[in-house]
């Protein structure tokens, strides 16, 4: 294996059918929505084709090999006793999160989340028929935990917690998800874990799954996927992991045609991940950090008014630009005159502050072709 995994030619990009790349017109580089643009892992290919081959195209059966293929990866990866039975197929984490909500609250309960972070998190509680209560990362990104006190003091109904947390790249540290937990225990709240991104913390961060923190076994459940980290969001398949049988108990309340809805492609390719494309995950990271530093490298010399923290996980990079204008105005900026595509700030509730997310899950060539493009939208 070479150091870093390839990515196909610009051109051969562009035939894919995914969001990523039709949303725009073909002259936009996209770097938005979080699809990398690396191959499959060769055991991930391999499980589909051969899925095709033998017609195997029908309703999925998740458990229990999706639950031993997520608690052998999580005791290799974290040193996590994850009891395979504890594991629950679920659509995706989205849907995930409101059906646990539906069981968890009642209309008109609210539910807590910390912005900026992924749009859907401002979707999923009035789906469920609750309300917003947003309690906002501190300025340097961490969990604001006396003003979690507070808010759950009010007797919310949920938290949502992103760990790693999309767009910043923040990795929760133990001691503040121990705190996190003691506060949910004082006040009676459930936290559900959004937990997508934990396969890709970066060398030089520790992840922490919540479950393994003391006492969240009683207040929390996890979601986990493969989506993420192996590129199989459009196959659809996530786990929902509890360590109680409290909290088991919610996730049988769910809707009882919940395990019909999860992909057969999507369990068949999440086995495979988990169970057989480790050393690809770890090309895959290595890529990652060679991608971070050059974007280190390219925003010093191409944009220096931008402002950064590199993150500790996922291939997303959260560019504060509010030395340019508004995250909207920058954005719109990029896309017409550079024709590079982020997102923008307001779409992860941070409307005001000049921020947008970079994907720079691809290629060296592309990475500067967008940012030389995003430099010389400001010329």
Same mark, same amino acid.
């Given at each position: 294996m070479t150091d870093e995994l390839p990515v196909p030619p610009l051109a051969e990009l562009r035939t894919r059918q995914s969001a990523k790349w039709r949303t725009y017109p073909s002259d936009v580089l996209p770097l938005t929505v979080a699809e990398m643009d690396f191959p499959l892992a060769p055991p991930v290919a391999a499980a589909l084709q051969q899925a095709v081959a033998r017609s195997d195209t029908g309703y999925a059966l998740a458990s229990p090999d999706l639950g031993k293929a997520l608690a052998g990866f999580a005791g290799r990866r974290w040193d996590w006793d994850l009891d395979p039975t504890s594991v629950?197929?679920?659509?995706?984490?989205?849907?995930?999160?409101?059906?646990?909500?539906?069981?968890?609250?009642?209309?008109?309960?609210?539910?807590?989340?910390?912005?900026?972070? #992924?749009?859907?998190?401002?979707?999923? $509680?009035?789906?469920?028929?609750?309300?917003?209560?947003?309690?906002?990362?501190?300025?340097? #990104?961490? @969990?604001? !935990?006396?003003?979690?006190?507070? $808010?759950?003091?009010?007797?919310?109904?949920? #938290?949502?917690?992103?760990?790693?947390?999309?767009?910043?790249?923040?990795?929760?540290?133990?001691?503040?998800l121990t705190e996190l937990v003691t506060l949910a225990k004082r006040h009676g709240v459930v936290v559900i874990s959004d937990e997508i991104h934990a396969p890709l913390v970066l060398p030089g961060a520790e992840f922490t799954p919540l479950l393994t923190v003391p006492g969240a076994a009683d207040v929390a459940i996890s979601l986990m996927s493969a989506s993420k980290a192996w590129n199989l969001a459009g196959l659809k398949c996530a786990a929902a992991?509890?360590?109680?049988?409290?909290?088991?108990?919610?996730? $049988?309340?769910? $809707?009882?045609?919940?395990?019909?809805?999860?992909?057969?492609?999507?369990? @068949?390719?999440?086995?495979?991940?988990?169970?057989?494309?480790?050393?690809?995950?770890?090309?895959? @990271?290595?890529?990652?950090?060679?991608?971070?530093?050059?974007?280190?490298?390219?925003?010093?010399?191409?944009?220096?008014?931008?402002?950064?923290?590199?993150?500790?996980?996922? #291939?997303?990079?959260? !560019?504060?630009?509010?030395?340019i204008g508004p995250g909207d105005t920058v954005r719109d900026l990029f896309l017409v005159k550079g024709k590079v595509a982020l997102e923008p700030g307001s779409r992860f509730g941070a409307p005001g502050d000049g921020c947008v997310r970079l994907n720079f899950g691809t290629s060296a060539e592309l990475l500067e072709q967008a940012v030389t493009g995003m430099a010389a939208a400001l010329a």
């Amino acid at each position: 294996m070479t150091d870093e995994l390839p990515v196909p030619p610009l051109a051969e990009l562009r035939t894919r059918q995914s969001a990523k790349w039709r949303t725009y017109p073909s002259d936009v580089l996209p770097l938005t929505v979080a699809e990398m643009d690396f191959p499959l892992a060769p055991p991930v290919a391999a499980a589909l084709q051969q899925a095709v081959a033998r017609s195997d195209t029908g309703y999925a059966l998740a458990s229990p090999d999706l639950g031993k293929a997520l608690a052998g990866f999580a005791g290799r990866r974290w040193d996590w006793d994850l009891d395979p039975t504890s594991v629950t197929s679920v659509t995706d984490v989205g849907v995930g999160v409101v059906e646990l909500l539906r069981v968890l609250t009642r209309p008109g309960d609210r539910v807590v989340i910390s912005p900026p972070v #992924y749009p859907p998190f401002f979707h999923w $509680a009035p789906e469920a028929g609750t309300e917003l209560l947003e309690v906002p990362l501190t300025e340097d #990104y961490r @969990l604001d !935990l006396p003003a979690l006190d507070r $808010a759950f003091a009010t007797q919310p109904g949920v #938290y949502v917690l992103c760990h790693p947390h999309n767009p910043v790249g923040r990795v929760h540290s133990r001691g503040e998800l121990t705190e996190l937990v003691t506060l949910a225990k004082r006040h009676g709240v459930v936290v559900i874990s959004d937990e997508i991104h934990a396969p890709l913390v970066l060398p030089g961060a520790e992840f922490t799954p919540l479950l393994t923190v003391p006492g969240a076994a009683d207040v929390a459940i996890s979601l986990m996927s493969a989506s993420k980290a192996w590129n199989l969001a459009g196959l659809k398949c996530a786990a929902a992991i509890t360590a109680s049988p409290a909290m088991a108990d919610v996730v $049988a309340r769910m $809707a009882p045609d919940i395990r019909w809805r999860t992909g057969h492609f999507g369990v @068949l390719a999440s086995i495979a991940a988990f169970t057989d494309s480790e050393p690809w995950l770890e090309q895959l @990271l290595s890529t990652l950090v060679a991608r971070r530093a050059l974007l280190g490298e390219l925003l010093a010399e191409h944009l220096p008014s931008v402002r950064w923290q590199p993150p500790s996980a996922t #291939y997303l990079a959260w !560019l504060d630009c509010s030395a340019i204008g508004p995250g909207d105005t920058v954005r719109d900026l990029f896309l017409v005159k550079g024709k590079v595509a982020l997102e923008p700030g307001s779409r992860f509730g941070a409307p005001g502050d000049g921020c947008v997310r970079l994907n720079f899950g691809t290629s060296a060539e592309l990475l500067e072709q967008a940012v030389t493009g995003m430099a010389a939208a400001l010329a």
